[in-house]
């Protein structure tokens, strides 16, 4: 993820306000609207059942015991990932590195999805979202570029042709393989992630395929080459 990373959903405390006099009153700690313009405030029960407070002056209407309230961040915030794009027939192995911005749409839902991670210590921060999406975004990248577009079922096998895939041109010489397509694939990862679409969309806006292997192997050859024009030099 990118050095600044963003809060994504914080636990906010309730109390009781006057406990020594016959009337008491529940209230939420740390949220005023004005004070956090970019959050929305929403509860969330403990069977899941998830709304947004438009008024914190309702967030008690028809809540029940185990209710939680959440701070959601509604604003875009930046992310940068790099997802497993798997080896191709060289077993060079290949990275999708894809950033841009990322905004909650349905914070209820998202609240929802980490009710159980997020505490009133332990807020949740935009740089725990690659971990927590696991293979996701990697196997719906496989899906939708690989698959779909490059036409094979993994790297290592040959395509229709009968040639094996060379990753990096076949990206460069495409046209079909743009930041809109990576971004649909990210989207489609969150949805599935939360269980339900729209719940976050993505606007990338930087995509590209990398081997660090394969780098690293052009980099071995071309010293060699190098080497070996040195040597011939030296021998004339």
Known sequence: MTDSSQILVRRLKVKEMGVFSRYKE??????????????VLCRVSRDGTAVIIEKSTEAFKDSSEGDAFFAVFRAPFEFSWKVNAGADAQNFNWTFDVSG????????????A??????????????MLEKHLGTIPSTVMHDKIIIDILNVVALCDKDADGGYVDMK???????????????????????????????VVTNVNAFRATSADREQKEHELKMAELEAQKKKLEGG
């Open 169 to 199: 041109y076949r990206l460069e010489q495409s046209k079909e393989v743009g930041e809109h397509v990576v971004s649909s694939a990210l989207n489609l990862a969150f949805g599935q992630f939360v269980d339900s679409d729209n719940v």
């Open 114 to 127: 980490f009710r159980g991670i997020v505490t009133e210590e332990k807020p949740y921060s935009s740089n």
């Open 101 to 112: 911005f990322a905004t909650i749409k349905r914070p209820e839902l998202f609240a929802a």
């Open 26 to 39: 529940s209230v939420i700690e740390g949220w005023t609207p004005k004070g956090n313009p970019n959050e």
